[in-house]
């Protein structure tokens, strides 16, 4: 067995997407290449219903797969295709857009006002971006969740851990997509084959993982005094570690545990033309679909 390095550690960036969302984008519009087949990964966080309530009104996409994992608050979704739903806490939507959808998701917060999930897009390979669009809404309840002797516990969304497999099926990337919480002080190794790309995000607790530096928190505003002043935020940690290759990856909590998503999938080593939400092969494509969003043929039977 080899313990995969960390190739780099990187703080999320704070960002606004939709109407005026904010939130910690842990990688994309990037190098695709480097955790192909991911091509994004969003962790949208707030307590302040300002923050999030506006939300993320109508938009396309074509030629990805969406996948939203929410753990506090709901997310109540709509498409152009006259599906609706609302996610709740540890429920996930895989959203596979293929040809093409318009879609909006509109953030709810608890009753504290506490909202808090993550969204990753992942690539569709060629031979499947003008599919047909499909949803897999899966309730917290059909996630499987394993628990070690030592007190790891990991929820199974996707893929095979531990003699269990995630409820979500069918996707291109035959992707693994784990929500693992460890005790504070443990160490422990999961195995990742060595032929995928993997990272894992850090978003409670602290960890250290094999040849890492130790993680840090991301620069956030905060008011001291009546002034705003900027920190490093440690309680949640919102920390990207991309693993170099090997079969294993070692992590040691640290002394308040650790929570983290572990995300590893097969690369699909073909080009990619990106255009916002609309990933295709070639710029073409891409002008294609812009075209046809502007002449009103974007929506296909």
């Known amino acids: 067995m080899s313990i ?38 969003d962790d949208f966080r707030n307590d302040d219903p300002r923050h999030y309530e506006k939300g993320f009104p109508w938009h396309p996409h074509r030629g990805i797969e969406t996948i939203t994992y929410v753990l506090a608050g709901e997310v109540e979704h709509g498409d152009s295709l006259g599906n609706r739903g609302v996610l709740g806490g540890g429920d996930v939507q895989w959203m596979t857009a293929g040809r093409g959808i318009m879609h909006q998701e509109m953030p709810r917060g608890d009753a504290l006002g506490r909202m808090h999930g993550f969204q990753l897009w992942a690539n569709l390979p060629a031979a499947q971006k003008m599919t047909a669009p499909r949803y897999q809404d899966v309730k917290s309840g059909e996630i499987p969740t394993v628990t070690d002797d030592d007190g790891t516990a990991v929820r199974v969304v996707c893929g095979d851990f531990w003699g269990k497999s995630g409820p979500v099926d069918g996707i291109a990337a035959d992707p693994r997509f784990l929500d693992i919480s460890m005790p504070p002080g443990l160490s422990k190794r999961f195995k990742v084959e060595v032929d995928r790309h993997a990272f894992a995000y850090v978003f409670a607790g602290r960890a250290d993982f094999a040849y890492a530096s130790k993680p840090f928190g991301v620069l956030v505003e905060k008011e001291v005094n009546g002034e705003e002043v900027h920190v490093r935020d440690m309680s949640g940690d919102r920390t990207l570690v991309v693993f170099d290759r090997g079969d294993e990856v070692s992590v040691k909590a640290g002394p308040e545990g650790v929570r983290f998503l572990l995300v ?35 929506i296909r039977a």
């Open 4 to 41: 995969r390095p960390v190739a780099r550690t990187a703080a999320g960036q704070r960002t606004l997407e939709g109407a005026g969302v904010h939130l910690s984008r842990a990688f994309g519009f990037g190098d695709p290449s480097e955790l192909d087949p991911f091509l994004m990964l």
């Open 264 to 298: 590893s999938g097969a690369p699909l080593k073909e080009p990619v033309a990106w255009h916002g939400p609309i990933v295709m092969n070639t710029r073409e494509e891409i002008m294609q679909a812009v075209k046809e969003l502007r002449n009103g043929t974007f």
